[in-house]
């Protein structure tokens, strides 16, 4: 999903909450009061995209779930707060960029498990551990620029495979056409590891292949 969707979405969720702002009353017995309906469901939205972009142990998840619980004013301008400060993230780019970093420390386990797996003489899994970092990492380098990771069919959104990633942000010129050729080559390296092709290739073919992306994932970084 691209950053300007991310955005409209919640536009569409503050509006939500403002809407359920707008059924406050007063109540003589215990004061002002929203509609508990509507707040429901504003909030369980506002959860769901959360949820989705950052998971559900960031603290911008657990301050609408445990802090905007019930069906006061306070409840919903809570939840609306938190998510003006989702849309400044992502405005700013600050989604990415933490996300980045994330993935930079996932990746670094991954490679060390390949080569762990490398060095006591299991290429064929090492082969396709680093084929699946550099898949992701491509993956990455889409959302990084705005680049579209799924094709609708059938009104489904299918993800893209790799070699279509690949071209896609070579064309975007996020890196070199040369690039993109080695990148050819190394998925085609993971392809064979995966479906048991394994006289096709060496372990000095994997040792370079592990090399090759860690150079890659650092030098066009996410």
Not at 77 to 85: D, F, H, P, S, Y
Not at 101 to 110: C, G, K, P, Q, R
Request: aromatic share 8%; with cysteine.
């Amino acid at each position: 999903m691209k950053v300007d969707d991310l955005v409209k979405r919640v536009d569409q969720l503050i509006t939500m909450g403002q809407e359920v702002l707008a059924t406050r009353r007063h109540m003589d017995w215990g004061g002002d009061f929203i509609d508990s309906g509507l707040m429901g469901g504003f909030r369980s939205a506002s959860l769901s995209f959360i949820e989705r972009i950052y998971g559900s142990n960031h603290p911008h998840f657990s301050e609408v779930k445990e802090g905007a619980e019930g069906s006061r004013p306070s409840d919903a301008e809570k939840c609306i707060a938190v998510l003006r400060a989702v849309r400044s993230e992502i405005e700013g780019g600050w989604l990415f960029s933490i996300k980045g970093l994330i993935t930079a420390e996932v990746f670094a386990d991954f490679i060390e498990m390949a080569e762990h797996l490398l060095d006591t003489g299991y290429k064929d899994p090492a082969a396709v551990m680093c084929g699946g970092v550099l898949e992701e990492h491509l993956r990455q380098l889409c959302l990084k620029h705005k680049i579209e990771t799924v094709t609708l069919r059938d009104g489904k959104e299918i993800p893209k495979k790799a070699d279509t990633l690949n071209a896609d942000l070579a064309r975007a010129e996020v890196y070199t056409k040369l690039d993109q050729k080695m990148i050819v080559g190394w998925l085609d390296l993971r392809n064979k590891a995966a479906h048991g092709q394994y006289d096709e290739y060496t372990a000095d073919q994997v040792k370079n292949l592990l090399s090759s992306v860690v150079e890659f994932t650092a030098r066009v970084s996410v």
